[in-house]
Nanobody, 115 residues
Framework: QVQLVESGGGLVQPGGSLRLSCAASGIIFSTYAMGWYRQAPGKQRDWVATITTGGSTSYADSVKGRFTVSRDNAKNTVYLQMNVLKPEDTAVYYC?????????WGKGTLVTVSS
């Protein structure tokens, strides 16, 4: 079975940092691009960042310069380093593994940015 398990969420003050992890199993991890998405209460799920199988990254404008996505294929894990966090970053963060015709989603981890 395919599983994506996010971890690392929690409560952090504005300006603080968190690192999220997403551990994958049941897939050949190195053949999948990985993405991070987030969903605030009452809002649509939005794309945050992507890292390709070759290590190329892309980011939503709202997080560019603050967030960094990386992957460790030996650990079947993708990371999202989040710096200079803002209250508007508060959301449930989800990871996605994808390639042509296939998407897998994790169940999410909650990030709350508040003083």
């Amino acid at each position: 079975q395919v599983q994506l398990v996010e971890s690392g969420g929690g409560l952090v003050q504005p300006g603080g940092s968190l690192r999220l992890s997403c551990a994958a199993s049941g897939i050949i991890f190195s053949t999948y691009a990985m993405g991070w998405y987030r969903q605030a209460p009452g809002k649509q799920r939005d794309w945050v960042a992507t890292i390709t199988t070759g290590g190329s990254t892309s980011y939503a404008d709202s997080v560019k310069g603050r967030f960094t996505v990386s992957r460790d294929n030996a650990k079947n894990t993708v990371y999202l380093q989040m710096n200079v966090l803002k209250p508007e970053d508060t959301a449930v963060y989800y990871c996605k593994a994808f390639k042509l015709g296939i998407n897998y989603w994790g169940k999410g981890t909650l990030v709350t940015v508040s003083s």
